[in-house]
């Protein structure tokens, strides 16, 4: 399925990050930041020893020809390395998964799409389009009980019960689903979201920043 990467990528160029800055909300040295945690993770361990390229469509990069990284390692990252929210992040913006076996593979474009969405700087209307996927557990571009139930347990304490989970659950849709449609609609969600304070300001993750090592605070997206 793959194939054995034992070299660290080129760097990219002036063009090549251009490329990418025209699609999203980060700058070219924001760019080449990302790449280089991309480039320090794709050259990591895999659970087996050995540095692991995955081959799949090419990237827009030619020498990103494929590559793409597991969830697995992708968690080790500060930023998601405990993150209750973490292994769903990366299956919103994964390339591939592998339901079989719960792993999903980003590539260099996804990372960066990834760490685009969760940036202070990008417009709030995009933030609201990520978190609505984000809530979109079974992608039927609506959320559903089934899909609040799984919420519920994201954001409950441990010790909440699969009653009181139900009680939750039965209570926001009844006064989210405006239209009585039986689900939540995006736009249904958004009249919620832009009922609320600060959850633009909430979504933000740094994936920059080392904070399991000094102790800074890198998320503020999801508890």
Same mark, same amino acid.
């Given at each position: ?201 909430? !979504? ?8 399991? !090592? ?10």
């Amino acid at each position: 399925m793959g194939n054995i990467c034992k070299s660290e990528d080129p760097p990219l160029t002036v063009e090549e990050c251009e490329k990418f800055a025209e699609k999203l909300f980060l700058t070219n040295q924001e760019i080449l930041t990302y790449y280089k945690i991309w480039t320090k993770v794709s050259l990591e361990l895999d659970e087996s020893g050995e540095f692991v390229c995955y081959s799949w469509e090419p990237e827009a990069v030619p020498h990103f020809s494929g590559k793409c990284l597991s969830s697995n390692q992708l968690l080790r990252l500060p930023a998601l390395n405990g993150h209750s929210w973490g292994e769903r992040i990366l299956r919103v913006f994964a390339k591939n998964i592998d339901a079989s076996k719960n792993i999903s593979y980003l590539g260099f474009e996804e990372f960066l799409e990834m760490a685009s969405a969760f940036h202070y700087r990008t417009p709030d209307y995009i933030k609201h389009y990520y978190y609505f996927m984000l809530c979109d557990h079974d992608r039927d571009d609506s959320i559903g009980s089934s899909d609040v139930t799984n919420i519920l347990r994201h954001i409950c304490v441990k010790e909440t019960s699969d009653k009181e989970i139900a009680s939750f659950g039965t209570r926001i849709m009844n006064e989210a689903d405006i239209d009585g449609g039986g689900d939540i609609s995006r736009a249904e969600f958004c009249r919620i979201i832009n009922r609320l304070h600060n959850v633009s300001d909430n !979504f933000i993750i740094d994936f920059t920043l080392p904070c399991a !090592f000094d102790g800074k605070k890198c998320c503020k997206c999801c508890g």
